[in-house]
């Protein structure tokens, strides 16, 4: 084994796999055919008794594997809200590979501990947040969510005379947890996890694009956790901070974002006032591995208490070395985590302010076009209003809508997902890689046209 590090055989042979993988990325089929699925039958085997071949791993991983991927790196991938990842991110995340840091603490890791020092200056900025605002590096916004909330549940039980860590929930005074009914699920499960019990939230309405009804929402005290939104998952609508924030933190509500991909607006120039008032809130969960473009996974919890936050993940051991300067494992629910702020960094250094303002505007536009060029074809509505990077798309009938995304999906030119809207079945087009480009959205429209032609002839 020794051997092949000193021979760096394997890192080579994985490094011109990797190339061979990019090369193709732009013109092979968006999903695998059913042809390239056969060959996953390979992996099936029996546990290796024996030491393997480095050379066959990798040629066997390259072979099989890279094919039955999905080509989300590419420009016509528009499931989920799943972002492809910059070049620059890619190498970077390479290099941190071979490195192999756990930032926990800064005696592990100088360069990982300095790395998130310096990012959580940079996303002060980019998101005009006060100075003091904390930020923790974890896996996605999953683990932001419930990071944030966590931090939520320390502070607001602390007002009131109640250590949770100490004393946990059982016979604690009563939080009311409050959100919109089109909160993300990982909202709902974060909710679960923290001990609030999901039946217990308290619903508020949202409007014909998903937003909360801000008159709907209930009168808040210091007991209240309110939980908004900037993107929703369908729509991509952002509930109306400016309204709501201000006044809810003066009630002495925590306020806490999910902000997964929509936050990024708040970087930009003409779309920041969809974000106008969030800084009110007290803590944001955001995705770099969406909007951002940085590979999987990397997401940002971010607060404005950084006490709370410490508070909330806090951990101590015998054994473990605390510095003068940042020991990530404070920040985050792990305490060994990778080094994904290498990649995060990256990003923001290769773009800087005025290219992630471009990028995240160009999905924007990508998404109008889109919308403008899918529009022009008879039975295709869009019942969304496209304030960002998310597409609605539905065709008359749930029955033609589904039969269009069933052909959509088999044509295998792009790929999008399907949900539900207002109680009929829609097409989500999310627009979130920096390799989309206008020809992708005229292809992509081109495929829906032919999917629908070919459904209504059936
Ligand atoms: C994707 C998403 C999440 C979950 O984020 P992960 O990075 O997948 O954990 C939460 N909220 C919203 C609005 C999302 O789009």
Known sequence: MFSELESKSDLEHAHSYAKSYVDGIFDRTVTPTEETLKHLERFEEALPQKQGNSEEILSLLHNYGGPNTVATLGGRYFGFVTGSSLPITLAAKTLSTVWDQAPAMRVISPIGSKLETIVEQWLQQLFKLPQNTAAGFVSGTSLANFSGLAAARFHQLEKLGWNVNEKGLNGSPKLRIITGDHAHSTVIKAISLLGFGYKNIEWVPTDDQGRIIPAEIPELDASCILILQAGNVNSGSFDNFDVICEKAAERGAWI??????????????????????????????????????????????????????????????????????????????????????????????????????????????????????????????????????????????????????????????????GSQWENKKVIRVSICSWATTEEDISRTVASFRKAINTAKNN
């Open 256 to 417: 806490h974002i999910d902000g997964a991909f929509g936050l990024w607006a708040r970087a930009t120039k003409n779309l920041g006032h969809l974000t106008q008032g969030m800084e009110h809130a007290h803590s944001w969960a955001v995705d770099a591995h969406k909007t951002l473009n940085t590979p999987y996974d990397n997401g940002i919890v971010l607060c404005k208490q950084p006490e709370a936050l410490k508070s909330a993940l806090h951990m101590t051991g015998s054994y473990i070395v605390t510095s003068q300067e940042r020991d990530g494992m404070f920040y985050t629910p792990e305490m060994s985590r990778r080094a994904r702020i290498v990649e995060l960094w990256a990003a923001l250094k290769y773009l800087g302010a005025e290219g992630i303002n471009e990028l995240v505007e160009t999905m924007h536009q990508r998404a109008l076009q889109f919308r403008d060029e899918i529009l022009k074809i008879e039975s295709f509505e869009v019942p969304n209003e496209v304030v960002f990077n998310q597409v609605l798309v539905c065709c008359g009938t749930d029955e033609l809508t589904q039969s269009t995304l069933f052909n959509v999906q088999e044509m295998r030119e792009c790929w999008a997902g």
